[in-house]
């Protein structure tokens, strides 16, 4: 459970459930920090959190070790940047599939290795992977968003089993399902996955006490096949 | 999301968890119904929850179709009951394998089906199974139990998939490790899953919104290997 | 590995799978001992593959007794049977959901015991349970199959977890497909499963040399979905 | 099914595993093709096994695609190789994390993308993946080798929905257990896994007729936990 008033940061944001995310936390008293490689839209978003804003290519050693180092302590760190390539599979690009697995999932292990280092010494705090169907099941024309998401998977559950006893809450949320977008408003319309009511979800796994802890937890609309 | 105010029905009620989830629900509002085959030992909890007590075997037909007449309309419908026997493989009693079977998967269905029956009408409510690691993981001298809980995650994941488009929350909480009693006080040691805290994530199932639902979580404590 | 020329048990016969069973370990050079509840049906193949036909309930523990008393030492036992009913969740006759439970996986318990309680003193055989993509996926309106199917996969993890250490090889085939019926003549079609194609899996997994041994695996056509 | 007598590639090949399944593939009448990045050590095995031997750096796409205009039509393909570095989380080196991930998935998807180009012309072939125990479970201290592994199998297993349907056959086989070493004789030990059995189940992967066939296979030796 990690300790509120503390900082989230938040890895990998635009709109969507990444600002959802940001919105929620705020609400709930955590101190803001955004990080995105393209940081001009996030204006709005970081004045309504109060959020500090950093710029950071989430795949790069370099970039996300000076992104941690200007953030410092946190209580929460959230990984959400995918790259995600379709196509027949003899047509894909392998610059766009190594691009892929260093942008969903190499990315993934830099982050969840900073915040594990800054976290240790406290033995405390609470770590996210944003995952999706496609780490749990490899779809045709699909290839390498597959192996970005199984990649990541592998990544926290690998995490979870040496951080847990340590006191380090590691969690992989498997995002089953498209998600409605604020840019198409739909009244109403339940039918795709609520990005507030996603974020709800991240909240409840970071609110867990160590005494109950889930590694895992999918989420889909009512009506999504599965 | 089931609405607050309405009846809560526990199947399967002792101490422990399912006590837990009796007075978090009651405290959230709701309207307390509690079966169990032995009734005499539920009398301060009942008081405590304002619940109403129901005998009940829950692997029997006839005493099923009876607790859900008497019930009535429900939002909630939580089933708890297992039956484990361990042993070496060769020298289980088939007598008790079969036990084991309609308890704790058996007896899931026709609960499930009542309460299925009860909800379709209005479109709507919360069925949640109370699993283990067992339902995900045979174990060695432990065929009786796997075969259970592996037949209750089947019934769960078959309604979650015909009953979700249907408006009905049908869940499967993995309860990974052993559960803290009341009855060994242990002074604050959270090495043991707290049951307090694991009523927490079935209260956060029961309140998701369609438009983001799980349909199975786990939990463990954070010094559990997994 | 089971020892060729030892006697092969299958439970569970009728055509399809089970007749392509009987066949391929007949002309392996395996003795042949055939149980079913109907008999009538069997006597081509018992001539066939010059088997010995037993007539059995599988789920009645004193007929399983009586079979595996009459069959004596055998290498091999392979479990086929199961009861599948469909429809409406909530229309399920919870009678014929028992007996699902009962044929499916309760039966398998049965003859599994007895099969192991033969094998142990010899430390070694081999025992193979015939799944279905029911068993590792609950499908709506199909909820007894799975929790059937379901419990089956969790009583042969449990077994292998128990007996491979003992040298009893048990497998778990997930037969994830139609099956292809002499019944329909269909001119090389190779859409649906071949039993025949099957039966090789089997045997594959019976010649496994205990330095190697499977628990799992699955067979579908080249044209099916998963 | 591939058609025998045609070639069979197999990349990422030392002693053990991979010359194994050379040896069983040159007697089962494969025109064998070897490639590894050290080909030095490959004598003895080529002359044996009469293949023909490429050097090549399986991560690197232009050695890659070298290697296939090179070898030319084939009916089968077996990838091989991984990198893992084991450690605490918080030690492992950023650079060794994204060469495990280069080598242990991204070669497979470069090696796969060129077998499927040269294969689906014909509408036949078979390519298999040599996956680990770490590609179905993430262990503590070996997060790199887990997103390798997780990886593989994720393209494994969407190559397998997107080729199979057009005559591929993809395969991933986890290979869950030490392998027993040709370099250390000992004397009949079958408590480790016998790398000329693991081949036997490459060989009957390979032989399944399309009517009837499986993505993915797991083996270990009888004592091993799971």
Known sequence: MAHKGGVALIIGVGDGLSASLARLLAKEGYTLALASRR???????????????????????????????????????????????RGPFIELDPTEVKKSLEITAFGAFLAGQQAARNMLPRGRGTI?????????????????????????????????????????????????????SSQRPDGGNDNMLNPDSIARSYLHLLHQPRDSWSWEIEVRPWVETF
Chains 1, 2, 3, 4 share one sequence.
């Not at 998401?149 to 040496?162: I, N, T, V, Y």
């Open 128 to 180: 996210m992977f944003t995952g999706a169907s496609a780490g749990v099941k490899g779809y045709a024309q699909s290839a390498p968003f597959a192996m970005g998401k199984f990649a990541l998977r592998g990544l926290a559950q690998s995490m979870a089993r040496e951080l847990h006893p340590r006191g380090i809450h590691v969690a992989h949320i498997v995002v089953d399902g498209g998600i409605r």
């Open 39 to 85: 940081v001009e839209k996030l204006d709005r978003l970081a004045k309504e959190t109060k959020a500090k804003i950093h710029r950071c290519d989430a795949s790069d050693p370099a970039q996300v070790a000076a992104l941690f180092k200007g953030v410092g302590d946190h209580e929460v760190m959230i990984y959400n940047p995918s790259y995600r390539i």
